[in-house]
Structure formats: C-alpha cells, structure tokens
Nanobody, 115 residues
Framework: QVQLVESGGGLVQPGGSLRLSCAASGFSFSNYVMTWYRQAPGKERELVADITTSGRTINYADSVKGRFTISRDNAKNTVYLQMNSLKPEDTAVYYC????????WGQGTPVVVSK
C-alpha cells in the first residue's frame, strides 16, 4: 500500500525547534525527489524544501532558508525536516510528497509556533 505518514509536529515557542519525519511505503522511495510542503490556515499549500534522490541537491523556499534543513535516509524510506528558529508564520500543517507523480496526501503533521 502506497503511504506517506508525517509525524513530529507540535506546539513550540518562537525560536524553538522541531524535527519532522515522513515515512514512505509502497513505492521505490530512493528513486524520487521528495518534498516538504506546508499549508497555513486560509492559505494555499506551498513548497518548503525538496531533496534529490541522492540528497546532494537541495532547494528551500526563501522564507525558510538558513533555518530549515531537509534530509533523507533511503535505507529507512524516510525524509526529515529539521526546523530551527521557528517563527509564528511557520504555523501550518506540514506534508511530504513526491516532487513529481504525486501520491495521495497524508494527514500531515501540525506545527503551531506560539507563546
């Protein structure tokens, strides 16, 4: 069964950190560029970061550059998003998916940055 399961979100104060995980199953994970997206309340889903199959090429949205780090472990079929120096505007539900040939969206993991 093809599945993407995000985890690791939660409530954090401004300036804090979280590490999100996305466990993939049912497809050849190592063959796909993987991407983290987020959707804030009342806004469209946006790309946060993506990482190539080998992990050597990485792209970030300007809003998260220098604060977020995407990585992957192909042996574990998992992609990660380390989020540091979190801001209230990072509050959103975070999702992962393939960059192309997208799969059905998972449930996402909510991140709330608030005092």
């Amino acid at each position: 069964q093809v599945q993407l399961v995000e985890s690791g979100g939660g409530l954090v104060q401004p300036g804090g950190s979280l590490r999100l995980s996305c466990a993939a199953s049912g497809f050849s994970f190592s063959n796909y560029v993987m991407t983290w997206y987020r959707q804030a309340p009342g806004k469209e889903r946006e790309l946060v970061a993506d990482i190539t199959t080998s992990g050597r090429t990485i792209n970030y949205a300007d809003s998260v550059k220098g604060r977020f780090t995407i990585s992957r472990d192909n042996a574990k079929n998992t992609v990660y998003l380390q989020m540091n120096s979190l801001k209230p505007e990072d509050t959103a539900v975070y999702y992962c998916n393939r960059r192309t040939f997208k799969l059905p969206w998972g449930q996402g993991t909510p991140v709330v940055v608030s005092k």
